[in-house]
């Protein structure tokens, strides 16, 4: 998947587990940069009496760099804190919520937003906002919609936030992935053929608890400006989330957990499916652990992928020219550590300099497209994946054509991509997911209900 | 542990703690330091207000590795590893 349950560790701590980062200029104000982190994976809509929650024990944030050297510049804390208000229940609710302070409502979450600069001044921006419930059903949460709305915050200093369930976003058609990579569509074709069939959305009716951040593009910008040219490096931002603990707990056995020491990361995300399929089992906590700007230690599985070498061998003779390729692969290098320099693609740069760092890199001057393609870059539309990344984008078939070779000649032009290169898919799009994405932060759609899903 | 073995272990190791509690007051004091004496100075009630965890990480070198909120002191006390080290059996 993107990035759930990407790494041994992480996958027994969802509640840390960082799955999708998102960064976008606002497609309805183009003056104002949308962050989104999502955590807890693959969350079933009736999960309840204990329904999904941010952990009070987590740090989350979202980091930034505006100035090319992969370090933080820009830092966004986010602190939760629960509270109960009926001890003597079993229930989430007692009856329905209508509003954010609903007594019916029994367990709620408030959070802090904290802004942390380059040099350590830290500012507290805001404490005890309101997150929404999770989306019960129709008799505990009659009117999700407005709940949602209502847990929309906008702070004083500029930036809009939300932190909450939401309908999971990131669409791909796990099952056939993870059976040896045998995409439907293309299923006749693979070493143990099938006839073609069409794709099955993985993460289909399943939420995820998202942190959502708007702000003016020049709260981002190395010298408050508001960046205008797409060639100017001051237009560009690295963005990756994370999400840490304490170094100690100790479990008293009374069910007390007491906590100590620094906060130590456990999970972080830049680009969808980095950890996920270019880091091997045996490095996956670590590379977790790291810091981007130490990401020049794992070059070689960047430069070496695993998945063309799959490729080649589960699907035969389909990628002949991919098969014979021997060279260090740049083109991944550029995409996902770097950034793409000026003169590949027209009109279009995100090169943030030679330090090799996982970051979602934006080029804030580009504008949001009127007609955007799910493909993004590959589909021409120099607004979507990898600049930055929609909450639409087809990141899967993106990464997986580029992994097959439909990326190479941009920067080696004596190789010719296969012909299957640039059509291979897991076969999906934004259709086929049930709660469609909004036009307005937070822009995920509204999560799934646990009564009606699953439905049968 | 017994009682009086546990006692012991206790007014031991505090005399250690409260030490390492003021050197954590001391910012200058937040890398590796060395501290042979066991004294016992007044501590800031402060210090102690939530859970401290010492972790001995390197017994050779008498490291010890104290949590205590947000911050991690990194500390040589070969004495005070000594005693943990009988105390663990």
């Known amino acids: 998947m993107s990035s ?315 990628f002949p020219n991919l098969a014979a390729y021997t060279k260090p692969r740049a083109d991944m290098v550029a995409i996902f550590l770097t950034g793409i320099p000026a003169g590949i693609i027209p009109g279009f740069q995100n090169f943030t300099g030679n330090t090799l760092a996982d970051l979602l890199r934006l080029n804030m001057a580009i504008p949001p497209a009127t007609a955007p393609n799910v493909l993004g870059i590959l589909g021409g539309d120099l607004a979507g994946f990898p600049n930055g990344r929609r909450v639409f984008d087809d990141v899967f078939t993106i990464e997986l054509r580029a992994l097959a070779g439909a990326t190479i000649h941009l920067v080696d032009p004596s190789f010719t991509p296969d012909a299957n290169a640039s059509k291979f898919t897991d076969g999906l799009d934004p259709s086929k997911i049930n709660s469609p994405f909004l036009a307005r932060f937070p822009y995920l759609g509204v999560p799934y209900d646990g009564f009606d899903n699953p439905s049968s | 542990m017994t009682d009086l073995n546990r006692r012991s272990f206790i007014k031991q190791t505090s005399v250690g703690a409260a030490t390492l509690g003021l050197l954590s007051s001391l910012p200058a004091l937040a890398a590796i330091s060395d501290s042979p004496q066991a004294t016992m100075p007044e501590v800031p009630a402060a210090v102690f207000g939530g859970p401290m965890i010492a972790h001995v990480t390197d017994v050779a070198k008498g490291e010890v590795a104290l949590l205590v909120g947000a911050r991690e002191i990194i500390f040589r006390d070969l004495p005070l590893v000594t005693r943990l080290m009988k105390a663990a059996g």
């Open chain 1, 4 to 318: 759930h349950r990407e790494a041994p560790e992480i996958s027994k701590d969802p509640v840390a587990d960082n799955t999708d980062v998102y960064a976008f200029v606002s497609p309805d104000n183009a003056n104002m940069v949308t962050l989104l982190m999502n955590y807890i994976p693959l969350e079933g809509p009736a999960g309840g009496p204990n329904f999904f929650e941010f952990g009070d024990d987590v740090l989350y944030e979202i980091h930034v760099d505006n100035d090319g050297d992969a370090d933080d510049d820009i830092t966004y804390q986010f602190r939760f804190q629960t509270e109960l208000r009926n001890p003597n229940t079993f229930l989430y609710n007692t009856g329905p919520i209508n509003s954010l302070g609903d007594p019916n409502w029994n367990k709620r979450q408030f959070y802090s937003v904290t802004r942390v600069e380059e040099h350590g001044k830290t500012t507290v921006l805001a404490e005890g906002l309101a997150s929404p419930p999770c989306n019960i059903g129709p008799f505990s949460t009659p009117n999700y919609p407005a709940l949602a709305e209502a847990a929309v915050h906008r702070l004083p200093t500029g930036e809009t936030v939300f932190a909450g369930q939401r309908a999971e976003g990131f669409y791909v058609d796990l099952g056939s992935v993870f059976d040896l990579i045998d995409l439907r569509p293309f299923q006749n074709l693979h070493v143990n053929p099938l006839p073609a069939a069409a794709g099955v959305n993985g993460t289909n009716r399943l939420n995820i608890h998202t942190i959502a951040l708007q702000l003016p593009k020049n709260m981002l910008t190395s010298d408050g400006s508001y960046p205008s040219n797409p060639n100017d490096p001051r237009s560009l931002i690295g963005v990756y989330a994370s999400a840490s603990r304490r170094k100690a707990t100790i479990l008293n056995g009374d069910a007390e957990i007491k906590e100590a020491g620094p906060w130590v990361q456990v999970s972080r995300l830049g680009s969808p499916l980095f950890n996920e399929v270019m880091i091997p089992l045996a490095k996956k906590d670590f590379w977790n652990a790291q810091a981007p700007k130490n990401d020049s230690q794992f070059l070689d599985f960047v430069q070496h992928q695993e998945v063309p070498f799959r490729l080649t061998n589960f699907y035969p003779g389909v």
